[in-house]
């Protein structure tokens, strides 16, 4: 399953800090995969992605891709947004349970004819921003 990628048209505003370890994160969501490490020993998956399961501490980590549909937990419209953000509020922020049992904050992508509503269907995008992707939830 590849991630639908929606073109933004500007710079992030914050960019993740991206090491030797979450490269292969970041990279795979330029390209669509929505991915994270699994423990091959427990079979618990961890996000973010960490070389070490915190809930057995192996070090065997595997990347797996997700699904990457879910539910909207919880969401909020920010006006008065921190200066970095300044230029593009209003936008929408969320919480998404996803099938896999992971709870993520995500930006929230408006989609015409949807209004937002706790429990709604949702499905993971990309944010193809001109530097680089973001992870983005939108209504199915
Ligand atoms: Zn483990």
Redesign the pocket.
């Known amino acids: 399953m590849t991630l639908e990628a929606i073109s933004v048209g500007r710079a992030r505003a914050y960019p993740p800090r991206v090491t030797a370890f979450t490269q292969t994160f970041w990279e795979g969501l330029g390209r669509g995969q929505w991915q994270t490490t699994c423990?091959?020993?427990?079979?618990?998956f961890t996000f973010p992605p960490k070389p070490v399961?915190?809930?057995?501490?192996?070090e065997?980590m595997a990347w797996k891709p997700l699904s990457h549909r879910g539910s909207l937990y919880s969401w909020t419209r920010v006006h008065a947004a921190p200066k970095v953000f300044v230029d593009e509020s209003p936008y929408a922020l969320c919480v998404v349970d996803l099938e896999i049992g992971l709870r993520i904050a995500t930006r929230l992508v408006e989609r015409p004819g949807k209004n937002f509503q706790c429990g709604m269907p949702v499905e993971l995008v990309v944010l193809q921003f001109d530097d680089g992707p973001l992870l983005g939830t939108r209504p199915l």
Do not use: L
């Not at 423990?39 to 618990?44: A, I, L, N, R, S």
């Open positions: 423990c091959e020993d427990c079979g618990k399961c915190p809930h057995c501490w192996s065997r």
